[in-house]
């Protein structure tokens, strides 16, 4: 289900691509090696890119596929496009982690292991490939302190053993496949294990080690490798690196699919939208708030969520405006919070097809932080306006001091604020004494003399 899932979403993107004409490239030669970098996400977006650059070395007949990796994982579906496509490319694909600090974590793993040459730089990283959960931890079933002792066993447990199982088969199938070790893949998945590139070289994880892209491909002109059991020279002794950059709409779908900008998306929108409501013809907040919400659609048409933490964290934004306008001592407020905090972990907690999830402390925490801020400075706002006096309207005029223009007796006029009013008293005024606005009756004014005047 996953890698129809995967396929569709791949289709999706790339149909876009073509038909918004931004995939047009320079043909590529025999003598050429075409570069593909990913740094980020295995995501639809990065896996179209990395097949279509496979795809036309192979219609091409160029002389290999560079893949300069540095990813912390990604979907499995994604992941399972490029590694197929890999393991059934006629050309060769090399596999280069780098630069220095980069990893090939979780699903970058599998890539690694897919390739016909697998590189590292010093300073690198290679594994934890382990499905994450809630929260990004938990210890299997069949883990160390995980529960053998015969008691039950949560449907939840039974799931991620499982999906521990098929992803431990599949990284180990990859490796025996490619010749690497084949127990070390298997321990990258059940016991999330990761080895510096020393390590992995002295493991068998890759195939060499390289300072640079110049010294690796020094180093692998020559080297025999095989295309579907069939063995080939690598001759690159004179290649041409030909960088195959993303287009302009795949860069746009990978920054979708980031778990962490669809979760700010969601808040913006929120947001944009909840200020439009209070203040109708602001515009731009609504506008934002939707442009925002159409993106998250994009996203969520890419990135694998649950509808039960997509709820929870819909339910928290409206209890935290619903604080706004009831008086609940901080419980909807309260409540609001813990919402959207837990259903922020889970809307993207899928294991089964992807080990991409929302920051907690980085995402999550801030943007609560940022809502309840703004929570607190519209209530301050409201209650300032509240205890102000009135300054508009007829109402504010009682209490004013004005001029008895014309006797009252008891009608007469008065001058107040720069205007004539007709008035009444429950006693004669003189003309010209000062008096007090005690009410207003549509466009009369009820007056009383005021004795003294500081």
């Given at each position: 289900m996953s890698v129809s899932l995967g396929l569709r979403r791949r289709v999706m993107v790339g149909f876009l691509c073509v038909l918004l004409g931004f995939t047009a490239q320079t043909a590529a030669t025999a003598n050429e090696l075409l570069v593909v970098t990913i740094d980020g996400s295995i995501n639809p977006a990065s896996a179209d890119h990395l097949i279509g650059a496979i795809e036309r070395a192979e219609a091409e007949n160029a002389a290999g596929v560079l893949i300069e990796l540095d990813t912390p994982g990604g979907l499995v579906s994604a992941t399972q496009d490029i590694i197929k496509a890999m393991l059934n490319s006629t050309v060769p694909t090399i596999v280069f982690v780098t630069p220095r600090g980069a990893s090939a974590t979780s699903a970058g793993t599998f890539i690694t292991l897919a390739a016909n040459v697998a590189a590292m730089m010093p300073g690198t990283s290679i594994g934890a490939a382990h499905p994450v959960s809630l929260f990004g931890g938990g210890e299997s079933p069949s883990a160390p302190g995980g529960g053998e002792d015969g008691g039950a066993v949560s449907d939840k447990a039974i799931v991620e053993q499982k999906i521990e199982n098929y992803l431990a088969a599949y990284v180990e199938s990859i490796a025996k496949q490619r010749n690497r070790n084949v127990e070390w893949a298997g321990e990258a998945v059940r016991n999330s294990v990761a080895v510096t590139a020393e390590e992995a070289l002295e493991l068998n994880v890759i195939d060499l080690m390289a300072g640079s892209r110049a010294e690796l491909i020094a180093s692998i002109s020559?080297?025999?490798?095989?295309?579907?059991?069939?063995?080939?020279?690598?001759?690159?002794?004179?290649?041409?690196?030909?960088?195959?950059?993303?287009?302009?709409?795949?860069?746009?779908?990978?920054?979708?699919?980031?778990?962490?900008?669809?979760?700010?998306?969601?808040?913006?929108?929120?947001?944009?939208?909840y200020m439009e409501f209070q203040s109708p013809g602001m515009i731009i907040p609504g506008a934002t708030g939707v442009a925002a919400f159409v993106l998250l659609g994009f996203a969520l048409q890419i990135l694998p969520f649950s509808w039960v933490g997509g709820l929870l964290v819909l339910i928290g934004v409206g209890l935290l405006i619903a604080e706004l306008f009831i008086t609940s001592f901080g419980v909807l407020f309260a409540a609001g919070v813990t919402c959207f905090l837990v259903g922020g972990t889970m809307v993207f907690d899928r294991p089964e097809v992807s080990d991409l999830t929302v920051s907690f402390w980085e995402v999550l925490v801030p943007i609560t932080a940022a809502m309840t801020v703004l929570g607190l400075l519209i209530v301050y706002s409201l209650g300032r306006t509240f205890r102000a006096e009135q300054t508009a309207g007829v109402d504010e005029m009682i209490g004013l001091v004005g001029r008895c223009e014309s006797a009252i007796d008891p009608k007469g006029k008065v001058f107040v604020r720069g205007e004539y009013w007709n008035s009444v008293a429950d006693e004669t005024i003189r003309a010209g004494d000062s008096v007090e606005i005690l009410e207003v009756k549509g466009l009369t004014l009820r007056v009383r003399r005021v004795l003294s005047e500081a």
């Open positions: 020559g080297r025999i490798v095989k295309l579907n059991d069939v063995e080939r020279e690598l001759d690159l002794a004179n290649v041409t690196l030909v960088p195959i950059e993303m287009t302009l709409l795949q860069s746009i779908f990978n920054f979708l699919s980031d778990p962490n900008v669809a979760t700010l998306l969601l808040a913006i929108g929120a947001i944009g939208l």
